[in-house]
């Protein structure tokens, strides 16, 4: 077998937390008469909370100053989390769970690599708290996606070399990041344009065909 563990991201991957916090940056940048759609929100898959910030600033012509920012990013991410409150164990698709199951059921390790420092929270409410053998977060790392960081780090908990891992995004940025980091990646929606991608897939079970 080619592969020994499988690192996913989390929002757009895992779950659909990426409508939660469109609308919690929406609301920031209506507030701020900042122009805001989906194709900017693109932008900020897999990137950092501050990193997404900046992003949206770029539409205003107007400058914030640090103290600004750090309240507008806990004000947005205060919003998110009051949004996950609405998610729950229901919200894990059977397509995501039974393609888990089955890909644990060959022996693979599966391992989370996300950019969310709300990771360990997102899991709990999908009821998957203690379900991956490693999860590598916002909380353990000093760069981003496309920096491979994050996912070099699940590869090590699990004490799995990047070569024998494959990484599961969504977004370009994390594409970007397996690749820096030596890893095989399938990409997903936005992610599977990619000219890094090593499979482009069009559903999650599609991982079945790869492993
Ligand atoms: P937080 P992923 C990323 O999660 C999101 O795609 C990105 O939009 C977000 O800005 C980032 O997490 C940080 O999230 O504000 O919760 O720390 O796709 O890497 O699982
Ligand atoms: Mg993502």
Redesign the pocket.
Known sequence: MKYQAVIF?????ICH??KY?YLAWKQMADDLDIYFDEEINNR??????ME?LEIILEGSSRTFSDAEKEKLAAEK?ER?VNLLGEMSAADLSSEVWETLEQLRGKGLKLAI???????KLILERLGLKDYFEAVSD?TNIAKS?PNPE?FLKAAEFLHIEPDKCLVVE??RA?IEAAKNGGFDSAGMGEASASKDVTYAISSFGDLLKIV
């Open positions: 991201d989390l929002d757009g991957v937390t990426d916090h900020l898959r897999g990137v950092s909370r997404s991410n998110y690599g996300s950019s969310s420092r709300n990771a916002g996606k994050v969504d977004a994390g």
